[in-house]
């Protein structure tokens, strides 16, 4: 008789079964990595809210993603959200000076005005 076949739950913490979302949310550069490269996910792809992995690196301050999602193709100005924002007006709300640096400095538009009309002054 074959032993029963049983299926190891998958432990929640085990950053190699995350999302591309929650990877960048907390910074997981290899496994946003490995699924850009490895299983093809296109940067530039939005989810169902047009939210972007550039939108949640900006938001969360983390640095080398954003650098690396522009770097694979990421559209610095992509607009989405409930508020129809872009990256670096995700950035200016939460308050991170350098990622806002880096977001202009990587060609972001800070005239773009948000979809309530507001434009963020720097």
């Known amino acids: 008789m074959a032993e029963p076949l049983t299926i190891q ?40 809210d047009n939210i972007t992995v550039l939108h949640w690196a900006a938001i969360n301050n ?27 007006q995700w950035a200016v709300r939460q308050g991170h000076q350098s990622m806002v640096a880096l977001l202009i400095n990587s060609g972001a538009d800070p005239t773009i005005r948000d979809g309530e009309g507001t434009l963020f002054t720097l």
Do not use: M
């Not at 929640?12 to 490995?34: M, S």
């Open 62 to 88: 983390r640095h080398e993603l954003v650098k690396y999602y522009l770097s694979a193709g990421a559209i610095v100005d992509a607009i989405g959200g409930d508020l129809n924002s872009t990256p670096l």
């Open 9 to 48: 739950p998958v432990d929640p913490n085990d950053t190699n079964y995350w999302d591309i979302v929650k990877a960048t949310q907390y910074g997981v550069f290899e496994r946003c990595r490995q699924i850009v490269e490895k299983d093809g996910y296109d940067v530039r792809k939005a989810d169902s």
